[in-house]
């Protein structure tokens, strides 16, 4: 069966992915921050193994890395992410022109837009090990260009940084035979989403998941969201 690493699989869409991937039979390498808290994780059964990953500390992928030396990864699913104000409900506060956290600002980058190439680099190896040979990116239609409505300026552009380094990746790893993807989920009721959000986890991923099936070198380089509809850059 094939494998996936999932980064922030202990809640909201990464565990949903987690949840998916076990229901498909596949090899599922979870990785979240804190294991020993991820109790609806670690209650999953199914081929999966939970190792502890925060994606921003470099020391900590690189380790991870060596711990699966050798391992081949099908799919790679860059999830974890951060919003970087403390709710949609709370107009994304710190994040406005005079209300600036620029600490709050570099955090984001360094969680939804830095971490992602740090995994997909130390994870290379196995990825190129991997049959399917595909990297997805979750990233959000709030970093399109044309969708900008001056709120939200870390995460959004956060979002759009991300979707800019994974779309160089996709031009030097086609000839390794590697798809990258990025992927927007839709608006979805996680912590992140809030209960206002229209789409419940499971149909988010169960539309993602089919789009990541239907990934092939041919659509290297795409971003769509969970219906498979391209999103303008
Ligand atoms: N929900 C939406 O409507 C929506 C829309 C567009 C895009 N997205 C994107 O979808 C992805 C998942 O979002 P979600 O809605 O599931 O959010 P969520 O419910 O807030 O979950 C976020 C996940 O990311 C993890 N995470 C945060 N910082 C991390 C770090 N430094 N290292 C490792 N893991 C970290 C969290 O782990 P902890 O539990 O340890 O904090 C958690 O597992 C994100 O990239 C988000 O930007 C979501």
């Not at 922030?8 to 090899?27: C, D, P, S």
């Not at 971490?115 to 979750?138: C, D, R, S």
């Not at 260009?145 to 939200?152: H, Q, V």
Request: hydrophobic share 40%.
């Amino acid at each position: 069966m094939p494998s996936v690493l999932i980064t922030g699989a202990n809640r909201g869409i990464g565990l949903g992915f987690t949840r998916a991937y076990l229901k498909k039979g596949w090899e599922v390498i979870a990785t979240c921050r804190n294991p020993e808290k991820a109790n609806e994780l670690k209650g999953l059964s199914g081929n999966i193994e939970i190792h502890s990953l925060d994606v921003t500390d470099f020391a900590a992928v690189d380790s991870l890395a060596g711990e699966l030396k050798g391992r081949a990864i099908d799919v790679l699913i860059n999830n974890a992410g951060i919003l970087g104000s403390p709710s949609f409900e709370k107009g994304g506060a710190g994040q406005t022109l005079g209300d600036m956290d620029y600490d709050g600002l570099r955090h984001t980058l360094e969680v939804n837009t830095i971490a992602p190439l740090k995994v997909v680099e130390a994870l290379l190896p196995n990825l190129e090990a991997g049959k399917l040979k595909k990297i997805i990116t979750i990233t959000s239609a709030m970093g399109s260009i044309e969708a900008m409505e001056g709120e939200f300026i870390s995460y959004r552009t956060s979002k759009t940084a991300v979707n800019s380094i994974m779309r160089n990746l996709s031009i030097g790893l086609k000839e390794k035979g590697i798809t990258v993807a990025l992927l927007h989920p839709g608006w979805v009721r996680s912590d992140m989403g809030s209960a206002a959000a229209p789409l419940a986890i499971g149909e988010s991923v169960a539309g993602l998941v089919a789009e990541i099936d239907k990934l092939d070198l041919e659509h290297t380089g795409c971003w769509k969201d969970h219906t498979g509809e391209t999103i303008p850059w």
